[in-house]
């Protein structure tokens, strides 16, 4: 059987936009946000550096879980590092309570 017009169509859209680097997805959202995120969409599929600081905004405000040692990285990168600190505190018996 062959395809019929509108399927060769897409598939033929398909792959010229597949050539270009790009997909199409769905995303699922509020309808009043429609236009928000197509003008976004849009913004990211032009490449240069306009997507490329969009892509870095959104990656720094997403929401997501750090990675792991995130942690042991931020403590190695600080300033005190080095300084040789003495962070010690005297051992104290403490006080007798009459329970």
């Known amino acids: 059987m062959s395809k019929s017009s509108q399927e060769r169509a897409l598939a033929n859209f398909r792959n010229r936009l597949a050539e270009k680097g790009l997909v199409r997805f769905e995303v699922t959202g509020r ?10 969409a849009r913004r990211l599929a032009e490449g240069g550096p306009e997507s490329d600081k969009l892509r870095a905004a959104v990656n720094e405000s997403s929401g997501e879980a750090p990675k792991k040692g995130g942690i042991v990285r931020a403590l190695l990168a600080s ?3 080095g300084s040789e600190l003495d962070l010690s505190r005297p051992f104290e018996e403490g006080r007798k309570a009459d329970l």
């Open 79 to 81: 300033p005190l590092i």
């Open 31 to 40: 309808d009043g946000d429609r236009e928000i995120v197509r003008s976004f």
